[in-house]
């Protein structure tokens, strides 16, 4: 009979792990205990996770089920990743955990029908699969992300680098002068001195 979920591994390479909805229980279907954990390492191998290096699924927690055509997968996920401090350049590493739960509703719905739609209160993030099945993977790139920070720094305060030589500030002072931008507040200084 086998396991309801496609998953190859040839030659020591993962393939995609596509879950046909026909294939989920009535109850359900936990993906992790369904499948076993040896694929969640080289989950998103081969994906495109910038600004992350390498990035590599810790652990995870999938729970698919089926309401009517609308997919619901909840879940969590710890991750670890390598990038860059935006501010200094520095190599950085992020630990990213997530919990999460996502309605997938079929993409051929009609607008019709998506207007029947109710949101809860705790406003359920929604997107669109093919109908026919979902990639877990797929899942798994978007909800990390969600979970990336808007701004890597090595640490909160990172001084970065200098704008005129380039010198990393958190190493080292440079000898460059400072710099005097004029900022937009610069008028009421002159007309304060002109008061006086």
């Not at 997107?127 to 909800?143: R, S």
């Amino acid at each position: 009979m086998g396991f309801p979920i496609v998953f190859y591994l040839l030659f020591g390479e993962v393939r995609r792990l596509y879950i046909r909805t026909s294939e989920i229980p009535r109850d359900g279907l936990d993906v992790v205990a369904n499948r076993g954990k040896a694929w969640v390492p080289r989950l998103l191998e081969g994906m495109n996770m910038h600004p992350l290096r390498d990035c590599r699924m810790l652990s995870v927690t999938l729970y698919l089920s089926l309401e009517g055509r609308d997919l619901e997968a909840s879940g969590s996920f710890v991750a670890g990743g390598e990038t860059v401090c935006d501010r200094c350049a520095e190599p950085v590493t992020l630990r990213l955990e997530r919990d999460f739960r996502t309605v997938f509703v079929p993409a051929d719905r009609g607008p019709a029908e998506s207007g029947d739609l109710e949101l809860q209160a705790d406003d359920l993030d929604i997107a669109f699969y093919d109908g026919a099945g979902i990639e877990v993977a797929d899942i798994f790139l978007e909800q990390v992300a969600l979970a990336l920070p808007a701004k890597v720094l090595c640490r909160e305060d990172c001084r970065g680098v200098c704008p005129r030589c380039g010198e990393d500030r958190n190493r080292s002072e440079c000898d460059c002068p400072g710099e005097a931008r004029e900022g937009p507040f610069d008028v009421l200084k002159t007309l304060r001195k002109e008061k006086e």
